[in-house]
């Protein structure tokens, strides 16, 4: 079955302590990204891949990284995470054609405290 | 599941009327536009695009009307059933790799 899978799907943490988020996709799909959801403020784009060893900044980067070192990986890591930081994170993909549909996974619920 | 917005605007419909969603964009470079639908605890799917060379899109029961002139977008869904009961996103695409979403609304159809 065609997806995006992230993990975990629900996390409470405190602040500072590293962690990561993964996703995957099993689709071969070339674009990758992250957003976050927040109430009231739609979907906001975190960073975005190209390809392989390709990201770039989204509208709210700061506070994040993330790399690409395989073509079905696209992992969100926080390495010093606050409380602003808690929110529904998606992760999502699709064909490298601008006009591709993309592919959601079913979202992180992050709580920092 | 997980909530999506406390204090998102909310439409109201009975089943089997037709409903109607608007969305305001705000980048005039945005060439291409896409509605989401995202059902609580589940991550946004698509419904239907349209490109800015267009001004109406059909698709199964669904209509995306397009005006450029007041970056205006809305979404109709004829019909109205119970599982088209969610929140709704439009977004627009100004580059290749940046994609914007509205704040969304809620649609609630009533049996």
């Known amino acids: 079955e065609a997806q995006v899978t992230q993990n975990p799907r629900y996390l409470i943490t405190v602040t500072g302590k590293k962690l990561t988020v993964t996703c995957s996709q099993n689709?071969?799909?070339?674009?990758m990204s992250w957003y976050r959801q927040d109430p009231g403020l739609g979907l906001r784009q975190i960073y975005y891949?190209?390809?392989?060893?390709?990201?770039d900044k989204g509208d709210v980067p700061e506070g994040y990284k993330v790399s690409r070192k395989e073509k079905r990986n696209f992992p969100l890591i926080l390495e010093s995470p606050s409380p602003n930081q808690t929110s529904l994170y998606f992760c999502?993909?699709?064909?490298?054609?601008?006009?591709?549909?993309?592919?959601f996974g079913p979202g992180t619920r992050l709580t920092v405290l | 599941g997980e909530s999506v917005g406390l204090h998102l605007p909310t439409l109201s419909v009975q089943e089997g009327d037709n409903s109607i969603i608007n969305c305001a964009y705000s980048?005039?470079?945005?060439?291409?536009f896409i509605w989401y639908k995202q059902e609580s605890g589940k991550g946004p799917q698509f419904i239907i695009d349209?490109?800015?060379?267009?001004d109406k899109r059909q698709g199964q029961r669904v209509t995306v009307l397009l005006n450029k002139t007041v970056k205006h977008l809305s979404l109709q869904i004829a019909a109205t059933q119970p599982g088209d009961s969610a929140v709704y996103f439009c977004?627009?695409?100004?580059?290749?790799?940046?994609?914007?979403f509205g704040s969304g609304t809620r649609l609630l159809v009533r049996p």
């Open positions: 999502a993909s699709r064909l490298a054609g601008l006009r591709d549909t993309q592919y």
């Open positions: 689709m071969n799909h070339e674009y």
């Open positions: 891949s190209m390809n392989v060893e390709v990201t």
């Open positions: 980048n005039s470079a945005s060439d291409y």
């Open positions: 349209i490109r800015s060379n267009m």
């Open positions: 977004a627009e695409m100004p580059s290749s790799y940046k994609l914007i």
